[in-house]
């Protein structure tokens, strides 16, 4: 069965300094791929998707990943941080079944600091 | 992607009562997948809903007490029935808009159960 794991369950970072939020999965084939970011009281906003090809993910915000097949992790990056990016970080994976559903990590909290 | 309503946006319920949330997509999608975010949790995936069949429902979760109409392909309800503390969380409907365009999430429903 798949599965996708958020190790770290908080991270503070400085305004200005660089994120790393990690996502490792388990599963058999090439997996669908996913990040969403959920600020306060809001729903969920799609950051970026791997489905095939080049390994390196640009997404919305300035947001990055990199599918790395070798070490079964889908990471996300962004440069140097905003205030506006202190929210819950959520990695997902879609499911192999025809239903398509989507396998959600247990999500990370980065709190952002002046 | 497809641009979905979802309604209300929060509510505050008495115990043994029930609480239908709405969901209305713009576009027409063959699925719509129903989520439960208990506070401070991950998303969990409450039942997938097909136009014209009924509703399949993970490990956990029932019919009795999570009944889903899917009545077109633009629209969808989840009702919470009898409901009780426990049951008091953020709610969000999901669709997949096909190609790879991912899934599109609603605004979420916030319940309170008193």
């Known amino acids: 069965a798949q599965s996708v794991t958020q190790p770290d369950i908080h991270i503070t970072v400085s305004e200005g300094a660089s994120l790393e939020l990690r996502c490792n999965y388990s599963?058999?084939?090439?997996?669908?791929l996913f990040w969403y970011v959920q600020s306060p009281g809001q729903g969920l906003q799609l950051l970026l998707k791997y489905f095939s090809g080049d390994t390196l993910v640009q997404g919305i915000k300035g947001f990055e990943a990199e599918f790395k097949r070798s070490q079964s992790s889908f990471n996300l990056r962004k440069p140097s941080v905003h205030w506006s990016d202190a929210a819950e970080y959520f990695c997902a994976v879609m499911t192999t079944d025809s239903w398509g559903k989507l396998q959600f990590g247990a999500g990370t909290q980065v709190v952002v600091t002046p | 992607s497809a641009v979905i309503s979802q309604k209300p946006s929060r509510d505050i319920c008495q115990r043994g009562t029930s609480l239908t949330i709405q969901c209305q997509v713009d576009?027409?999608?063959?699925?719509m997948f129903w989520y439960r975010q208990q506070p401070g949790q991950s998303l969990t995936l409450i039942a997938t809903a097909n136009q014209g069949s009924e509703a399949t429902y993970e490990s956990g979760f029932v019919i009795d007490k999570f009944p889903i109409s899917r009545p077109n392909l633009t629209f969808s309800t989840l009702t919470v029935s009898n409901m009780s503390p426990e049951d008091s969380s953020i709610y969000l409907c999901?669709?997949?808009?096909?190609?790879?365009?991912?899934?599109?999430f609603g605004s979420g429903t916030r319940l309170t159960v008193v």
């Open positions: 999901s669709v997949r808009t096909g190609g790879n365009y991912g899934y599109t």
């Open positions: 599963y058999g084939a090439t997996p669908y």
């Open positions: 576009s027409q999608v063959t699925m």
